[in-house]
């Protein structure tokens, strides 16, 4: 069985993202314990630069649930050396075998720049890091089931690249649209993994007023406006937040019907896995969602 193959075994249809930046440990270890017994197949958790590491969160995770597999969307490569990422992962895989996802990403330049580093090209350095990841392959522990090397690519050529070097892509908050040609660029034999936030509000100018809060447009040289442009999206509907239509085809919104809809709708689209995040203050308010949410996503 290939490594593609196992993990579309493990991970399942449908995942949940626990990103809610500080919390204690033990509401962690809550959290992921009450997602695990609730049905769902893996937790994603991310990573900025700094704060909460994603490597030593996941170890928290791990040895706190029995099954879920754990996945990282994104480890932020400009977090760390290449080979750590590597004997990182490694060990992990190789402590809880079957049970850990890699999902590697460039992050945006504004906060590499804050963190006091140069940014440069993301392709670029995405394939020399995946390089510095291949050679030092040899000096990390050999885990039983290997873990899955994901991309967080949006744009054609990184996903060329995923194809190229990974065993699949992991874009994120993008529309129906743009899955189904990231499934047509990787091939079938890549993992396609689609990450979406659900936000259960059915009055649609609340529901739109939830997703512009997260500013996901207006961030300097944000990657998913210009993902968005390369879809056909003018630049008058991509300012202000977005328009009701781009908000509407990024965002997934409404009862929990529709949030199940859209899902479905990635999935046909040819999306293995769709890992959905929410908007709650907390992890026990996340917990709470995901818990309400498993009759129908499940």
């Known amino acids: 069985m290939t490594v593609v193959d196992e993990a579309r075994k493990r991970l399942g249809r449908v995942g949940v993202g626990?990103?809610?930046?500080?919390?204690?440990?033990?509401?962690?270890?809550?959290a992921a314990r009450r997602v695990e017994d609730a049905g769902y197949g893996t937790i994603w958790v991310n990573e900025g630069i700094g704060g909460r590491e994603v490597f030593t969160q996941l170890s928290v995770m791990l040895a706190a649930t029995r099954r879920v597999v754990l996945g990282s969307a994104i480890a932020n490569l400009w977090a760390r050396h290449p080979a750590t990422m590597q004997g990182a992962a490694s060990v992990l895989a190789d402590a809880y075998p079957g049970r850990l996802a890699l999902g590697v990403g460039v992050s945006m330049g504004a906060l590499v720049e804050q963190s006091g580093q140069k940014w440069t090209s993301p392709l670029g350095r995405m394939r020399d890091y995946l390089d510095g990841m291949d050679a030092s392959v040899a000096a990390?522990?050999?885990?039983?089931?290997?873990?899955?090397?994901?991309?967080?690519?949006?744009?054609?050529?990184?996903?060329?690249?995923?194809?190229?070097k990974a065993d699949g892509a992991l874009p994120a908050a993008m529309p129906v649209e743009h899955t189904r040609l990231a499934r047509e660029r990787l091939g079938p034999d890549k993992?396609?993994?689609?990450?979406q936030t659900a936000i259960r509000e059915t009055d649609p100018e609340k529901a739109r007023g939830i997703a512009r809060g997260t500013q996901m447009l207006d961030l300097p040289g944000s990657p998913y406006t210009r993902s968005l442009k390369n879809l056909g999206y003018e630049d008058a509907a991509l300012s202000g937040g977005g328009s009701d239509e781009v908000i509407d085809a990024c965002f997934n919104w409404g009862d929990d019907d529709a949030i199940c809809?859209?899902?479905?709708?990635?999935?046909?689209a040819g999306a293995d896995h769709v890992c959905v995040t929410v908007f709650t203050p907390d992890l026990a308010s996340s917990a709470d969602e995901f818990e309400r949410l498993a009759p129908v996503l499940l």
């Not at 993992?191 to 990450?195: C, G, H, I, K, R």
């Not at 809809?261 to 046909?268: A, G, P, T, Y």
């Open 18 to 30: 626990l990103v809610t930046p500080i919390a204690p440990a033990e509401e962690w270890r809550r």
């Open 140 to 164: 990390a522990p050999v885990p039983e089931v290997p873990f899955p090397r994901l991309l967080a690519a949006l744009s054609p050529k990184m996903q060329g690249l995923a194809r190229e």
């Open 191 to 195: 993992l396609l993994v689609v990450m």
């Open 261 to 268: 809809e859209r899902v479905q709708d990635h999935l046909d």
